[in-house]
């Protein structure tokens, strides 16, 4: 990964633009510790002001802590809110070098995602980007049918709809309307339980039991199963042995990462507890593409634009605080309010005839370069369009990068780092030499 070049934009408000690969597994570790940390002080918080499930200080692997605002790990008569989101894992752009230790691991299904909501007798998929009605019935899930618990009973599950494979018909039942299935990623409700503060590696224990359970009629929940993301467990799950399903990608969990989701749009933040990652054995949509489904020919990244007190304007990613990548260009600025997410491209900063592009004008013939990252010009192209809701993190700008600029993080350094348990990602490069 190659160092910005000048011309990056800077701001007192935004996160550092990681330099190189050691520096963006400091930048990971960090979060990483932080958001532990948050967990554990919001478990003290909640065990001073009475929640229930909270002990104080670190709970035991595999337990739950209260947290008092949310009652998060506790039994309760309430039901969940409304603005319930899903969380949304960061890109795998470096190795965590606890991987084998800390971390599970499962095969990703293909799919869309979708959040479960059961009660009052009624069950609702929903598409977790969207917030639109997937599909409405009764289930035997936790209060998801006239006959299924009684009062308080209610569920919400973290889930991919299976949908028909490349070249397949969406299978039936008795020749009427195709059969759902549900693949269950996570846990955020179940009966009168709140799992959302509970570690990962209960909720896909409890997943894991409980889902199984409820696997009949028209609509099916089968349960995707982890495993400690040791090497062995990881192989199995990037060749597909034993997944009854088409992957895409495999799906890390920290053991003791609390479900975090965020309220959906501006305020959705992605988990450094859970990570993603992929290569074209192991999913079709490994490098993204565009809505007819191709492969661009630069790599397109979304920001949004931040408020400045000072011209400027910049843009930057969706992580708290924003990476801020580039510049607003100044005939735009004005016209964009801040809060919109824009479109910009990245181009290589070294054209084959030798000539870096000028920062703030158009000579790469795309549009006007705002920035550089990643040994790339960021390029304007527009508004982003309606159908997007967040910004890109900084981990999917990497991730992808690192797919393009044929330096991935492929699936034999990452078992080396999970074989070898190095320590951090110091990691990926000492793998390199070996």
């Known amino acids: ?92 752009a470096v190795p965590p070098g606890d991987l084998s230790s800390e971390w599970l691991v499962a095969a990703r299904p293909e799919g869309r995602r979708c959040i479960v909501l059961a009660r009052g007798g009624r069950t609702v998929a929903r598409d977790w980007l969207s917030g639109k009605t997937v599909a409405a019935f009764a289930s035997s899930l936790p209060g998801g049918g006239m006959h299924v618990g009684g009062k308080g009973q209610q569920c919400a599950l973290d889930c991919v709809l299976q949908e028909a494979a490349p070249g397949e018909d969406a299978p039936m039942v008795g020749g009427q309307a195709p059969e759902l299935k549900f693949w269950v990623l996570d846990v955020l409700f179940w009966g009168d339980l709140a799992m959302v503060g509970c570690e990962a590696e209960m909720r896909v224990f409890w997943a894991a039991s409980k889902v199984d359970e409820v696997g009949s009629g028209a609509e099916q929940f089968s349960p995707v199963l982890y495993a400690p993301a040791e090497g062995g467990n990881i192989q199995q799950a990037y060749q597909g042995t034993g997944v009854p399903y088409v992957r895409d990608g495999l799906l890390f969990l920290h053991r003791e990462g609390h479900y975090f989701g965020g309220r959906g749009g501006k305020d959705s933040l992605s988990s450094p507890l859970a990570l993603l990652w992929k290569d074209m054995s192991c999913s079709r949509f490994s490098i993204s593409t565009d809505a007819q489904g191709k492969v661009p020919t630069f790599q397109r990244v979304v920001l949004r634009k931040v408020h400045t007190d000072r011209p400027p304007a910049l843009a930057g990613t969706s992580d708290k605080p924003a990476i801020l990548l580039a510049r607003v260009p100044e005939s735009e600025r004005d016209e964009i309010p801040a809060g919109a997410l824009l479109n910009y491209i990245l181009v290589p900063a070294e054209p084959a005839g030798g000539k870096r592009p000028r920062e703030g004008g158009g000579a790469t013939g795309l549009g006007e370069v705002c920035g550089h990252v990643l040994g790339q010009n960021v390029v304007f192209q527009g508004l982003a369009g309606q159908g997007r809701t967040e910004a890109d993190a900084f981990s999917k700008v990497a991730f992808q990068q690192r797919l393009r600029s044929g330096e991935p993080l492929t699936i034999q350094k990452l078992l080396q780092v999970a074989m070898r348990g190095l320590p951090e990602a110091r990691d990926e490069n000492t793998c390199n030499k070996n």
Request: net charge positive; aromatic share 2%; with cysteine.
């Open 1 to 92: 990964m190659a160092a910005p070049g000048r011309g990056e934009p800077q701001s007192p408000g935004g996160g550092e633009v990681p330099s190189s690969l050691g520096d963006l597994a400091e930048r990971e570790r960090r979060r990483r510790r932080a958001a532990l940390r948050a967990q554990q002080e919001a478990g003290e918080e909640g065990a001073a002001s009475g929640g229930a499930g909270g002990g104080g200080g670190k709970a035991r692997r595999g337990g739950c802590r209260g947290e008092g605002r949310a009652g998060r790990g506790s039994r309760r008569g309430g039901s969940f809110p409304e603005s319930l989101c899903l969380m949304r894992p960061d890109w795998m």
